[in-house]
């Protein structure tokens, strides 16, 4: 974390920007769920490897106990599967939706409901965290 993250700007709104960080947050979830949902155990570990913790083929090769060469097989083979129409279609559908329930918030639905979209968005990931658990 960095000074700037908490120390508030006075031209920043500090509700959008609390709202654009969960809902940043929330598709990095979606998307990686996508990913494991639709790839075997060992190109997940791979593919997680390579662009979540950003490690090399040789260290990602390490990891799973295979040469390198393999480990760029693996995840090439996984990026594959991840190509297929079904799988992008899936993503821009999720990604579609996460925007459109970000921005319906308004003070009209606040006063209806009496919640904002924010605490939407924290239950909704509490949720999701909630269901992961179990």
Do not use: H
Request: charged letters at 35%.
């Amino acid at each position: 974390m960095q000074l700037s993250e908490v120390i508030a700007d006075k031209n920043t709104d500090i509700k959008n920007s609390v709202i654009d960080k969960m809902i940043e947050e929330s598709k990095r979830n979606e998307l990686w769920q996508i990913v494991k949902d639709n790839v075997t155990p060992e190109q997940n570990t791979v593919i997680t490897a390579r662009y979540r913790k950003n490690m090399t083929l040789e260290a990602t090769g390490q990891l799973i106990g295979k040469p390198r060469d393999m480990a760029r097989q693996i995840e090439a083979n996984a990026l594959k599967k991840l190509r297929l129409p079904r799988i992008r279609r899936l993503l821009q559908e999720k990604f579609e939706i996460n925007y459109a329930r970000a921005y319906r918030g308004s003070l009209t639905d606040f006063k209806n409901r009496w919640s904002s979209i924010i605490e939407d968005i924290a239950i909704r990931n509490i949720d999701e965290l909630d269901y992961k658990k179990s």
